[in-house]
């Protein structure tokens, strides 16, 4: 055993742990400690219990040489670490037992954690999901992202807008982090490049400094741990004593001022790209230092750059760090003077890039004039990778490359600079080939692969669930959390009735608590019996919130006119941010608010219809709302969901699905069987046949009188009577603007729907339903997902 391994844990030992950091690092006494205190000394207790695994896997990376794999992200949502950290290492229980000796309840004490919301939604929860898991599997891997001071930003409803606020995570000390000054990276900007004696020389203009910041990320039971490197923006040169002297205060502080901006905030855009500079140089930022610190580490025990895709696989989380292969490029080239050639072969063994979106606006684009500007060297490199490209290809038609129309197209630049190309469901990666890349997947047949998405099962079943994670153990045995094929061994249980009532009753004891959440945060008071139909994910017209309230509308109608007819009780529940910007989303916003306030106060509606909005969803909300949910909303417009990550977590957790054949929806139906799946919609292909018809939404319209009255009574203005035109701008996009097919999908919807309610007035078979969606989702886990890349992208192995 080595001396930094401490010792086995008790109840008394972890104890006197948290009393001693409690005394040493928080420097309080038990008798005058927040709760705040108590958790920064339950925090170090824990961490202490990670550095153990976390410097033994680092030694034996180094000492077996293994090859790592990079994670480049702009975005790591991670949620809260400090439950998670705890059920990884196996000390959730010591852990609450010996806060409870001290006082202290875990829960409360774990509940005062800012949520880490260096994310806006999918990808981003993504990458923090991935991190898990190859920590779990042992994989040895750094995730690259950015030290945003402000993460995702806190949403509040005023008069049932969205108003913004900025968030805060760092205004405590963020316990979880170990600062690294001493690895650091200058990341240069504009200025001009010079050719000497054959080689090019980059001088730029402006620089700021990126500072490391690491996290340790353990994963299950454990038995690795790897880092999370953030990177700070730092002033390269610290102020102007000068100018402070001669008393221009502000000015002696601007260089500090500027090069901090580049750290300072999360870009809240999760779809719409504007070609921003900041924007621009957060990703070279980000890029740099990450591309640095990787060949700087290859070099410490290395000297044949030829040979670095051996021992180095990086990975493009969508097209934000895509500068990594010219950037690669240029160190290779410029700074240790190998042949272009060979460097962009090396750069391309070593590189991945994954795609998550086929949506146009969300494509990244740089003006050639930008990328110039502030990227003079790389502008340079990008133009003779394209042309590099176009030789080795000649005499294509329709040739796609990277730079078209003074434009820099990045899916391009990653797609050509990658050995693999992965979409993120299987009807994604075939959009990607068909819709997206038809002519350079023509050219690289091979190049684009599927590796459908995953998440960690601690996090999103045994944490979030701990209801239905004991029923799982006491029925299968434990193991299934890091083997989640094990929740097969399920299936024949489902057959028993003992079974299926105790997984309604974890089900019912969910709801419960989360009916008494719901009046606490929203006010508004709802039957745990109700079924609770949740739509959570960010705000989007492609997602269709608008199809939902929309059918919200139609039952409530259906209510008051039939006032005596037996109705399946409802909770619909919403969550979700719009971007600050997104005009048409936050109008979605209102109206979901609007519509709650109308029918939640209606006495002829009672209990048979809710609709709740509580604010500011995030990943901690998500872990509250997913175990208590009985029906999954995943109704985007077919081929417009890169794959969705949301329908898996629920699912996971038994709730049924209402779909369309969208995204992971379709493999999702085949795993859990198209009996407990309540598919409507068009497809893919039918959505964009359909749209052929100019006159698409008017003949859906008057096809369906549901919908006529629907649109009717927003138009009336019954749900905002302070302002009874509120509404007539979405009226007229659903008749003359309907590209994402509201009118058209309006009636098969509302007859799923039905098909919900059928099944949910027969508890047992619901149950039945419910389980074998918990049985059959262990394809969806993470540790799953990374072994495809580990295998089809990066070529590692396993330390374990
Ligand atoms: C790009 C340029 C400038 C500013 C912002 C952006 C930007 C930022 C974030 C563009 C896109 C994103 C995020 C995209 C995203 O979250 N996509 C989702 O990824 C999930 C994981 O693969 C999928 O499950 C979802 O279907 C997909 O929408």
Redo the contacts with the bound molecule.
């Keep these: 055993m080595n001396a930094l391994a401490p010792q086995p844990v008790t109840q008394d030992v972890f104890r006197s742990e948290i009393l001693r950091h409690l005394t040493f690092t928080v420097g309080k006494d038990a008798a005058h400690a927040s709760v705040h205190d108590w958790r920064m000394a339950l925090s170090h207790a824990l961490r202490d219990r990670i550095v153990a695994p976390w410097f033994s896997a680092t030694r034996r990376t180094w000492a077996e040489d293994r090859k790592r794999v990079y994670y480049l992200s702009?975005?790591f949502l991670i949620g809260r670490i400090l439950e998670d950290a705890s059920i990884n290492v196996g000390l959730r229980e010591i852990a609450g037992a010996a806060l409870a000796d001290l006082g202290q309840d875990f829960a409360s004490v774990a509940g005062t954690e800012p949520d880490a919301a260096l994310g806006?939604?999918?990808?981003?929860r993504?990458a923090a999901c991935y991190m898990e898991s190859m920590a779990t599997l042992g994989c040895p891997a750094y995730g690259y992202g950015i030290r945003y001071e402000h993460g995702l930003f806190r949403q509040e409803f005023n008069g049932g807008h969205q108003v913004e606020f900025a968030e805060d995570w760092l205004s405590q000390k963020h316990p979880w982090e170990f600062e690294r000054p001493e690895c650091a990276y200058d990341i240069g900007f504009k200025g001009q490049v010079e050719v000497k004696g054959g080689r090019s020389v980059w001088h730029p203009g402006e620089s700021v400094r990126a500072s490391a910041f690491d996290t340790p990320v353990v994963g299950w039971a454990g038995r690795w741990a790897n880092t999370l490197r953030l990177w700070a923006a730092q002033p390269t040169q610290h102020f102007d004593l000068k100018r402070f002297n001669r008393g221009e205060y502000t000015a002696a502080a601007e260089p500090e001022t500027l090069a901090r901006t580049i750290s300072r905030v999360l870009?809240p855009?999760?779809?719409t790209?504007?070609g921003k500079e900041l924007?621009l140089k957060q990703e070279f930022f980000l890029t740099s230092a990450a591309i640095q610190d990787i060949l700087r580490r290859y070099l410490d025990t290395h000297s044949d750059l030829r040979a670095l895709p051996s021992k180095v696989a990086i990975q493009m989380n969508?097209t934000?760090p895509a500068l990594a292969g010219p950037e690669l490029i240029r160190l290779l080239t410029d700074a240790h003077g190998l042949p272009f050639e060979e460097a962009i072969e090396i750069a391309r063994s070593c590189l991945g890039y994954t795609n998550?979106?086929l949506l146009p606006e969300?494509l990244?684009r740089w003006s050639t004039w930008l990328m110039g500007n502030v990227l003079p060297r790389h502008m340079q490199i990008i133009e003779r990778i394209d042309e590099d490209h176009l030789a080795s290809h000649p005499k294509r038609k329709h040739y796609v490359g990277i730079v078209k129309h003074h434009e820099v197209r990045m899916g391009e630049l990653a797609f050509i600079m990658s050995h693999r190309v992965n979409g993120?469901s299987a009807l994604h990666s075939d959009l990607v080939k068909e819709r997206l890349f038809p002519e350079l997947h023509a050219l690289h047949p091979d190049r684009i692969i599927n590796q459908t998405?995953g998440v960690t099962p601690r996090r999103w079943l045994r944490m979030a669930n701990p209801a239905l994670s004991s029923l799982v153990t006491n029925t299968i045995g434990s193991g299934w959390e890091d083997h989640l094929d094990r929740l097969r061994e399920l299936e024949p249980h489902v057959e028993d009735r003992g079974f299926r009532d105790a997984f309604a009753a974890a089900k019912r004891a969910n709801k419960a608590a989360t009916s008494n959440w719901v009046a606490e945060t929203t006010g508004v008071r709802v039957d745990p019996g109700a079924l609770f139909d949740v739509q959570i994910k960010r705000l989007h017209e492609y997602k269709r919130q608008l199809l939902n309230i929309l059918q919200t509308i139609s039952e409530w109608h259906e209510i008051r006119e039939n006032p005596q007819a037996d109705f399946v009780p409802r909770v619909k529940i919403f969550g979700g941010k719009a971007a600050p910007g997104y005009v048409v989303a936050k109008e979605i916003i209102h109206l979901i608010n609007d519509v709650a306030e109308v029918i939640n106060n209606d006495p002829a509606v009672g209990d048979r219809l809710k609709v709740v909005y509580p604010a500011n969803y995030n990943v901690s909300m998500a872990e509250r709302l997913i175990p208590a949910s009985d029906l999954s909303e995943q109704i985007s417009t077919a081929g417009k969901?890169?794959?969705?990550?949301g329908n898996m977590k629920l699912a996971l957790n038994g709730a049924l699905t209402i779909g369309t054949l969208d995204?992971a929806n379709v493999e999702i139906r085949d795993h859990v069987g198209a009996e407990n799946f309540f598919l409507f919609g068009l497809t893919a292909h039918e959505a964009v046949e359909r749209r052929n018809d100019p006159e698409h939404s008017r003949h859906a319209i008057e096809a369906c009188e549901a919908l006529q009255v629907v649109l009717q009574l927003l138009a009336e203005g019954r749900f905002s009577p302070d302002q009874t035109d509120r509404y007539l701008g979405i009226v007229d996009r659903v008749w003359h603007h309907d590209y994402f097919l509201v009118a058209s999908d309006f009636a098969a919807y509302r007859d799923a729907q039905r098909r919900v309610d059928d099944a949910y007035r027969d508890p047992d078979g619901w149950a039945r339903m419910a389980a074998l969606n918990t049985a059959r989702m262990g394809f969806f886990s993470s540790d799953r997902a990374v072994r495809g890349y580990m295998k089809e992208i990066w070529k590692t192995t396993s330390a374990l």
């Design positions: 702009m975005e806006n939604g999918g990808l981003g993504l870009y855009e999760d779809t790209h504007e924007r969508d934000h998550h979106t969300a990244e993120v998405n969901e890169a794959s969705g990550t995204g």
